[in-house]
């Protein structure tokens, strides 16, 4: 699915450790913040950028936030740079969407539909951090 989207390299996490090759990548989106600093750094070249998404929910207290501050906090002193990316929509923005996806210029990815009464399933699934596309339930 990546690939189809525009992907330059694809790595399937199931299949490969991408901070043990020698690959270097200008950018990194971080969706899942397994990765500690250390080991991104490594597969970084300089002025790359790593964007961070999400983090792992492993810490009860400060959630993804723990993974987005070390992160940040180990990039303080090297070439490289860490973002986040933040959602925020607003009505604008929200119609051009809406455009471009009635133009078919977007299409989004809807991985799975979900009837309202198999809502407990499409959230276990959800939990499960392997969703690849959107989820729908459809009431």
Not at 19 to 34: C, F, H, N, P, Q
Not at 72 to 96: R, W
């Amino acid at each position: 699915m990546v690939a189809a989207l525009g992907a330059d390299h694809v790595v399937d996490y199931t299949r490969e450790d991408f901070t043990r090759g020698v690959r270097r990548y200008d950018l990194l989106v971080d969706v899942a913040g397994s990765r500690p600093w250390s080991d991104v750094k490594r597969v970084l070249r300089p002025g790359a950028t790593v964007v961070i998404v999400g983090g792992p929910k492993a810490n009860r207290l400060l959630g993804p936030l723990g993974h987005m501050l070390q992160m940040t906090v180990g990039s303080v002193f090297a070439s490289q740079k860490t973002t986040f990316f933040i959602s925020k929509e607003n009505p604008d923005d929200l119609a051009t969407l809406t455009g471009l996806i009635e133009s078919g210029k977007v299409a989004p990815f809807v991985e799975e539909t979900y009837s309202l009464d198999q809502i407990s399933e499409a959230m276990t699934y959800l939990g499960t951090g392997h969703a690849q596309g959107k989820l729908v339930v459809t009431i």
